[in-house]
């Protein structure tokens, strides 16, 4: 029956605990070697996306090396695993060979947003790959549509069930004798064939000299039977061995070397062995055989006696299996064990100073679980856990949920210096997160003044990452993103370059979040060469320190972004843009995909249909500006707009806008108009490039088409000289086609930068004919119309462009419809009619 699999896209294993769903997958995909399997054990600790996507990301990449180079993208608000990984992923699955999918023990899956991205990873999923889920019960996931497609393999209870002839050979291998047929009938109909029933009465029967009066006294439903056969299986052991037994049940996983440091156990690699070859319900985890872990039922009930029969050594075993874990180097599951163990201060101790490396892995919703599930009487007015849980909600992004503990803790006449030191810088941090700028900038005001006027201040050590510097250090670059957002460039860059020399920038993450803040103020500005400078220092020192995957490396791929687009590199633009969304959304850093989002519209695609869907809230002033100016120059180039001040506001001499207005000024003849926003413009004069080649250009096409040619060829000259040095070739395809033909007359001989612009121009701005268009095509619909001819499948496009075989589609859907053609050899025959292909 699994076999169907192989030609279909799904398949369905659901059955109770000990029906045999693992041991079928096992053998089954013991009898296909030339598939490749990829098998993941679902545990409880999937449930946090960045734990799950990490998991499946290196399960893939045991079929594929360097499967996805960057992590998942997981939204932490719903538990989802993020729209950019879901996007990527059928495209980066489609370059595998013929490959299985197995989901294990899914039943541990409780995130149903988790549960309803796993189902959208199967509904794209490429013709190569077939996926399995094993669960205990059935999910809530919509299969009806595979069912009535016929596309969909099940496997229940029914078909696992072990019948008459199935049952006696097992019980003659495991109990090296054969029974009578009506013995083996009696024992089947009371268990109802289920596996671990059987296999638990064969085990009992082994040491039995009467094994027909045993079967006709077993009875009981499922869960009656494994708690009576497991206590006839423990009371046949020997005491060493039983003893034995209840203690390794504490674990959730053991090896031989976590076995006999934790017990003093030794022979435990043996003791494993012998195990698993008499069928004690020890599953290997490994195929070396190294790791092991007991059925559950079994383990259950293992645990169970031994809580009994030893009171207080569940607590030791646990204790010791999480320093074994901690010598390791491996916190979660040391805090984990630690947990279990109701150690609750040592679990803490461990969270405020080793939390730091959870944080680097991005996996800090893990960590705020452990605190949410503590018991209330540890948590209750302890102001220490109020703040830890504070910091850990904030650096997450949790900036709502954040604020109470933190605000709790500022109030609080009891609270330290130090904690209130923390609780301000924490709060200080919220700019990625929050819509208000300038309340951002006013809490890096009072935290830098706090700390200003307590220098040297004991704080205490929360994660590793708390100390006076470190907090200094991290007011200074969170305040620097507020003044940016907020529109005021100059005093952003102040507060980032003084973070930059600060010693708590010595801190990996918070230099790297400096370096890429600053870089993405620069890129604004249009001072792309400091920019690129200070965006690849950033990335280096992330590779140096194992964190390009982590969020703090967003500011910098994003200032890559802009640059590239100000460079007038649309594919360069638009892969840094998804490497900085990679980051930016799991933590839903929604300031920064508001600049993500400006991006995308900047290179053509629509400002409501984002990569990335529509940040929530509104956008922050500098965005707004400009996405309100990139709504306007698509009217204005397409010969398609109103005046634009008769329909939107002017947004209050924002640049952007400004520009737009003056550019809609000259377009519609309206020299007067014009000249009186550019006074207005020049009562507020610049260092910023970018501002300054927008002025020049500006004045030069006021001149044109006064009829001052001079004065038009001196200002364009001056325009092209100052972004040549900063290489700003897109502010002239912004302004449009007549500055466009400005520059291709002017006199003398032309730079290799003015013809850079001239031959991007040709490409990006719609030849005339494309004015017969009711609705034009966008750069990137441009550029993928120009592939047509090559007869370039979806996915070879996809490839081509950085994005997925989606995003492709949907590209050929706008083209089609905005040429009005049924087909791509029809939209080839129009857009050579138009011009747009030669």
């Given amino acids: 029956m699994l076999d169907g699999v192989l030609s279909q896209p799904l398949a ?12 079928l997958l096992e053998q089954w995909a013991a009898v296909h070697p030339d598939r490749s399997f990829v098998w993941l054990d679902v545990t409880a600790a999937d449930n946090d996306p960045s734990h799950f996507a990490a998991k499946l990301i290196a399960a893939l990449a045991a079929v594929k090396p360097h499967f996805l180079d960057v992590a998942a993208p997981v939204a932490t608000a719903g538990g989802r695993l993020g729209e950019t990984f879901l ?27 988790l549960l309803d991205d796993l189902e959208r990873i199967v509904e794209f999923a490429p013709p190569n790959i077939h996926t399995v889920f094993s669960t205990r019960f059935d999910l809530p996931l919509g299969w009806s549509r595979h069912r009535l497609n016929g596309d969909l393999v099940e496997l229940r209870s029914a078909d696992l069930a072990f019948d008459t002839e199935q049952s006696s050979e097992l019980l003659a291998r495991l109990c090296g004798r054969r029974f009578d047929a009506e013995s083996v009938n009696a024992l089947v109909a009371r268990t ?45 052991q020997p005491r060493r061995r039983r003893t034995s037994l209840l203690r390794m049940s504490a674990f959730d996983e053991m090896s031989a070397d976590l076995i006999t440091e934790v017990t003093g156990e030794d022979g435990a690699q043996s003791w494993l062995e012998s195990l698993e070859r008499e069928s004690m319900f020890l599953v290997p985890l490994d195929t070396r055989r190294e790791w092991f872990r007991f059925h559950h039922l079994f383990r259950d009930l293992l645990r169970y006696h031994l809580r009994a029969e030893e009171p207080g050594a569940e607590s030791t075993l646990l204790a010791g299996a999480a320093d074994w874990y901690l010598a390791r180097a491996d916190v979660q599951r040391a805090v984990e064990y630690l947990l279990r163990a109701r150690e609750w201060e040592r679990a803490l101790m461990m969270v405020r100073t080793r939390g730091a490396e959870i944080f680097e892995r991005g996996e800090l919703r893990t960590v705020i679980r452990w605190m949410t599930d503590l018991p209330d009487s540890v948590v209750h007015d302890r102001l220490d856990l109020l703040l830890l849980l504070g910091v850990l909600r904030g650096l997450e992004g949790q900036m709502v949920a954040a604020a109470d503990p933190l605000r709790r803790v500022i109030n609080d006449p009891d609270a330290t210096v130090g904690q209130q030191l923390v609780a301000h810088a924490i709060i200080a941090c919220q700019a990625w997160w929050s819509p208000h700028p300038e ?9 830098l003044a706090l700390l200003e006027a307590n220098p040297g201040s004991s704080t205490p050590d929360l994660l590793g990452i708390t100390d006076f510097e470190s907090l200094r250090t991290m007011t200074l670059f969170s305040g620097g993103r507020a003044h940016f957002l907020n529109g005021d460039f100059s005093e952003a860059r102040l507060w980032l370059e003084r973070a930059t ?24 500005c249009g001072h792309t060469n400091r920019a690129e400078d200070l965006a690849l220092e950033a990335l280096a020192i992330a590779e140096e320190a194992g964190l390009l995957t982590h969020a703090s490396t967003a500011d910098a791929h994003f200032a890559e972004s802009l640059v590239a687009t100000e460079r007038s590199e649309p594919d360069r633009a638009e892969r840094s843009l998804t490497e900085g969304l990679a980051r930016a959304v799991p933590n839903k850093r929604t300031q920064l995909m508001w600049i993500a989002h400006l991006i995308h ?28 100016a990139v709504r306007q120059r698509e009217r204005r180039l397409s010969g398609r707009d109103a005046l634009p001040w008769a329909a939107e506001p002017e947004g209050q001499d924002a640049p952007a806008t400004r520009f737009e207005h003056t550019a809609a000024a000259l377009v519609h003849q309206q020299p007067q108009r014009a000249r009186a926003l550019l006074a207005t413009d020049s009562d507020t004069p610049s260092e910023e490039p970018l501002l300054v080649v927008e002025r020049l250009i500006l004045r030069s096409w006021l001149a044109d088409v006064e009829g001052r040619p001079t004065a038009a060829e001196r200002r364009l000259g001056k325009a092209l000289a100052l972004a040549e040095e900063h290489a700003l070739v897109d502010v002239f395809l912004r ?21 850079r612009i001239l031959d991007r121009a040709a490409s990006a701005l719609a030849p005339a ?23 370039s499948t979806n996915g070879e496009l996809a490839d081509r462009f950085y994005v997925s075989v989606n995003t492709i589609k949907t590209h050929m859907v706008h083209i089609y419809r905005k040429l009005d053609v049924p087909n791509r050899s029809a939209a080839i025959v129009r857009a050579q009619e138009l011009g747009l292909l030669r």
């Fill in 12 to 23: 369905l294993i659901v059955a109770p605990a000990g029906a045999g769903k693992t041991v």
């Fill in 87 to 113: 996007e990527v992923l059928p495209s980066r699955l489609a370059k595998l060979p013929d490959t299985v999918v197995v989901f294990d023990d899914v039943h541990h899956l409780t995130n149903r947003s």
């Fill in 192 to 236: 109802e064939g289920w596996v671990a029933g059987l296999q638990l009465a064969a085990m009992t029967l082994k040491g039995r000299d009467d094994p027909e009066e045993f079967i006709e006294q077993f009875g009981g439903t499922d869960r009656m039977v494994a708690d009576y056969l497991t206590d006839e299986v423990l009371h046949v």
């Fill in 439 to 447: 309340a951002s900038v006013d809490a890096a005001i009072r935290s």
């Fill in 501 to 524: 020399r600060s010693e708590g920038a010595g801190y990996a993450p918070w230099r790297i979040s400096s370096l890429g803040s600053l870089a993405l103020v620069e890129a604004w």
């Fill in 601 to 628: 519209a900047e290179l053509g695609g629509t400002t409501t249909d984002d990569i990335a869907g529509v940040p929530d809230g509104p956008p922050p002033p500098v965005v707004r500006d400009r996405l309100t």
């Fill in 735 to 755: 302004a449009g086609p007549h500055v466009v033909g400005q520059l291709s007359r002017l006199p003398g001989e032309r730079s290799a930068f003015a013809e």
């Fill in 769 to 791: 004919a494309v004015s017969t268009l009711s609705e034009p095509l966008t750069e990137r619909e441009l550029e993928i119309l120009a592939c047509l001819p090559s007869r």
